[in-house]
């Protein structure tokens, strides 16, 4: 039996409880969170420039792993950058973007939606800490909507490509440097 003051004994008891309950949502059929969206505080920085994520405009991006902290990001662009890097060791259990549709395009803060499932709007007017960069959205119609106002292609999730996603802001393209 169990002593109520035993500290590993009420441990072993909350685990076994913990187990209980996410093997009850596994039987039910709901999947169970590998992980969830955090707000990146004022001194959050960009895991790839350093560059403080509250300070631009344009959506933030996350990436959650089994171990260790997340990895934040100051835009889109840099994101899918990084999930398209050969070396990319880490495997992922939650890769979050800002809902675009729901917060504002200059001080975006909160509303995380999953990427994966995500609207995304390729080539507007609209630009990130990097330049030109991807709006994301949960909802097709608001998606279309910000494609009506601010110009662009809507894409999905897969449809993203490395190539896509260029951290030249344009330049690596500009024929006019090279005269």
């Excluded at 990319?88 to 939650?94: D, E, K, N």
């Excluded at 499932?117 to 709006?135: D, L, W």
């Excluded at 910000?146 to 999730?157: A, P, Q, S």
């Amino acid at each position: 039996m169990i002593s109520p003051r035993n500290p590993i004994g009420r441990f072993k008891r909350g685990t076994r409880a913990a187990l209980a309950s996410l093997a009850l949502l596994a039987a039910c059929g709901q999947a169970v969170p590998k992980a969830l969206a955090e707000e990146p505080g004022a001194a959050t920085a960009c895991v790839l420039d350093g560059m403080l994520l509250k300070d631009f405009a344009g959506p933030k991006a996350q990436i959650h792993y089994a171990e260790g902290k997340p990895d934040f990001f100051c835009d889109l662009m840099e994101l899918f950058t990084a999930l398209g890097a050969p070396e990319r060791l880490r495997s992922a259990t939650g890769v979050f973007v800002q809902d675009m549709g729901k917060t504002d395009w200059e001080r975006p803060s909160g509303h995380w939606i999953d990427a994966k499932s995500a609207i995304y709007v390729a080539g507007s007017a609209k630009t990130g800490s990097m330049g030109p960069t991807f709006g994301a959205f949960s909802s097709e119609h608001e998606a279309q909507a910000f494609v009506r106002k601010e110009g662009g292609k809507i894409l999905r999730f897969e449809q993203i490509s490395t190539d896509m996603a260029s951290l030249d802001g344009g330049v690596g393209h500009d024929t006019t440097m090279s005269r």
